[in-house]
């Protein structure tokens, strides 16, 4: 799905983000690139490289761009910051659900930071690629990208040599993409970023220490996981995901709407049972297995969840569909913003590029948030 937004709402908001980012450059000239490059990754060029975007700026060569990407004075990190801040000034909102996922980068080569023939959801398959981790916002008023890591496998982080020559720093270790998403969860709560549910795939649900670390910092959390996933149970034994669930009554299913999708609303039979996420109960929180059947082929989804004792279980269900929105995040960024659409090896440039992808998007959802509150607006551009 491709958002309908208005050009001069969405140049508005980007001169505000540009404005706010403004102290992270320490001279003129990356500041006036940035602009341009963003303008460009937005413009609906066919191939969005070095050279297209240095045209379309009206320079002769690729080499300011690149240079902006590599080596130029500014804070990439700061930027990012930026664009959180300014995505929860347009969309934030108390209830607002922070979305941990992957997406992959497919490349050609071996000498891109952080490339090798991995598993990509994107692809489906296992392809040459990078995999960044990313964590998205979520409210009422729309979604937007707010952090990133690039995901480096052991194969590279044993290797010092083959990543001084792709730029990355030599304290950059290895981590898991759990582990990245820890790191980005706590830079949004250290950073006051509001919001109510932490919701995320089996391939960071079933993570215990995740679960465990989510638990600690009292943050409500809808996670799935496999049916093999092992559970306390309210009783203090231990059982399998899918055995705990077959042992429900029928009455215990109920048919409730995970929300719109891609194709119409999503509707499946939910239920749920009280576990323990770990050997003690929290005061005034609830632990629960929550499990989505399809109403006509009966497959079975399975969720952890952890949150205020009088959770119901339509909340649960609404955490639950909560997570496709970073998907469509992902879509409508390579496609709008190109945030796969970078030929760039070396570490720091490839955070440079995707931070401004995401200030792309932030701007676009900030401008699409300006239309669902209802502010007066121009006529539309797709």
């Not at 700026?57 to 761009?65: F, I, T």
């Not at 440079?352 to 200030?359: D, G, K, N, R, V």
Request: hydrophobic share 40%.
């Amino acid at each position: 799905m491709i958002w309908v937004v208005v050009v001069e709402a969405w140049a508005a908001e980007l001169d505000g983000l540009c404005a706010r980012a403004g102290g992270r450059f320490g001279r003129a000239e990356p500041r006036r690139r940035v602009r341009e490059y963003v303008s460009g990754l937005v413009a609906g060029l066919d191939r969005k490289n070095g050279w297209t975007l240095a045209e379309r700026a009206g320079e002769r060569s690729p080499d300011g761009m690149q240079r902006l990407l590599r080596r130029a004075d500014w804070d990439v990190d700061g930027v990012r910051d930026d664009v959180r801040a300014f995505v929860v000034d347009r969309l934030g909102d108390p209830a607002a659900v922070l979305i941990v996922d992957d997406t992959g980068f497919l490349k050609k080569g071996t000498r891109s930071a952080g490339v090798q023939r991995q598993y990509s959801g994107t692809a489906g398959r296992r392809e040459n690629c990078q995999i960044g981790t990313f964590l998205a916002y979520r409210s009422r008023w729309g979604h937007a990208l707010i952090d990133r890591e690039l995901y480096l496998p052991e194969s590279w982080t044993e290797d010092r040599d083959r990543c001084r020559a792709a730029g990355v720093p030599d304290e950059v270790e290895f981590a898991t993409k759990p582990r990245q998403a820890m790191a980005m969860l706590e830079r949004a709560i250290t950073a006051g970023v509001p919001f109510g549910w932490v919701t995320a795939d089996e391939a960071y649900g079933q993570v215990k220490y995740l679960r465990v670390w989510l638990e600690e910092q009292k943050r409500a959390h809808v996670l799935a996981t496999k049916c093999n996933d092992t559970l306390i149970t309210s009783v203090g034994g231990q059982e399998r995901a899918d055995r705990l669930i077959a042992a429900l009554p029928a009455r215990a299913w109920c048919r409730i709407s995970a929300g719109a999708g891609a194709h119409g609303l999503r509707d499946y039979d939910w239920a749920r049972v009280e576990i323990r996420l770990r050997v003690w109960w929290e005061p005034g929180w609830g632990h629960w297995l929550l499990a989505r059947r399809h109403r006509t082929s009966g497959e079975l989804a399975f969720y952890v969840c952890f949150g205020p004792r009088r959770t119901t279980l339509a909340q649960l269900v609404t955490v639950a569909g909560a997570r496709w929105p970073i998907e469509e995040c992902f879509q409508q960024a390579k496609q709008t913003c190109g945030l796969d659409d970078y030929q760039v090896r070396d570490y720091r440039a490839w955070y440079a590029h995707i931070t401004l992808s995401m200030l792309a998007y932030a701007a676009l959802a900030a401008a699409r948030a300006g239309q669902v509150k209802g502010d007066p607006c121009p006529p539309a551009w797709a």
